[in-house]
């Protein structure tokens, strides 16, 4: 009913880049431009906290940690949900997540690595 397939993770150097990208299929979605959409991330031993989140009218709230360095964008097209995360700090490290809030569904994640 619902597939989420999150991709663009990897090992970075603290001061680095990386694009997150979120595929989005199944009939659950199908009116997908009507919903809100979010990354959330956890680190071990950590709740999985939400990072951004952008409306289905394109408002757009981040929590204050990543402000000025991450920005959450969509392609309703493409049913696709974007993270660009600039200046990426060790404790940016976790796995992240995108998901409608709320639906329940969630998918495999993809893991951030920020490392010297």
């Known amino acids: 009913q619902a597939q989420f397939v999150e991709s663009g993770g990897g090992l970075v150097q603290p001061g680095g880049s990386l694009r997150l990208s979120c595929a989005v299929s199944?009939?659950?979605?199908?009116?997908?431009?009507?919903?809100?959409m979010a990354w959330y991330r956890q680190a071990p031993g950590k709740q999985r906290d939400m990072v951004a989140v952008?409306?289905?009218?394109?408002?757009?709230t981040y929590i204050d940690s990543v402000k000025g360095r991450f920005t959450i964008s969509r392609d309703n097209l493409k049913k696709t949900v974007y993270l660009q995360m600039n200046s990426l700090k060790p404790e940016d490290t976790a796995r992240y997540y995108c998901?409608?809030?709320?639906?329940?569904?969630w998918g495999q994640g993809t893991q951030v690595t920020v490392s010297s």
């Open positions: 952008i409306s289905n009218a394109g408002m757009i």
């Open positions: 998901t409608r809030p709320g639906s329940g569904y």
């Open positions: 199944g009939s659950f979605f199908n009116n997908f431009r009507l919903y809100n």
